[in-house]
Nanobody, 125 residues
Framework: QVQLKESGGGLVQAGGSLRLSCAVS????????MGWFRQAPRKEREFVAV????????SYGDSVKGRFTISRDDAKSTVYLQMNDLKPEDTAVYYC??????????????????WGQGTQVTISS
């Protein structure tokens, strides 16, 4: 059974940084395209970033480009999200997700097979 576990969330001031981690177990991590999504209260779950498995192609949501960096360590079965210059509007629950199959940029949350429980990120102004 594939399990995803996020960590690294917390409360920081605007302009600060956080690094989220997502450890994956029970599956073939180096065959998963890995994504990060976030969901703020009363809003839809939003695409944040994705990294593919074969050639590590990367894509970001428009609201985080230039501030967030996604990376993966296949030896540790872990994907990371480095978040810099955080803003109050980044406040949300952040989820990692795994897409099994094609090594393509996957933005739609409906295309992901496995999800973590989420980690809360709160940015104070």
């Amino acid at each position: 059974q594939v399990q995803l576990k996020e960590s690294g969330g917390g409360l920081v001031q605007a302009g600060g940084s956080l690094r989220l981690s997502c450890a994956v177990s029970g599956g073939t991590f180096n065959r998963f395209t890995m994504g990060w999504f976030r969901q703020a209260p009363r809003k839809e779950r939003e695409f944040v970033a994705v990294v593919t498995w074969s050639d590590s192609q990367i894509s970001y949501g428009d609201s985080v480009k230039g501030r967030f960096t996604i990376s993966r360590d296949d030896a540790k079965s872990t994907v990371y999200l480095q978040m810099n210059d955080l803003k109050p509007e980044d406040t949300a629950v952040y989820y990692c997700a795994a897409h099994a199959g094609s090594s393509l940029i996957v933005i739609s949350r409906r295309s992901y097979n496995f999800w973590g429980q989420g980690t809360q990120v709160t940015i104070s102004s």
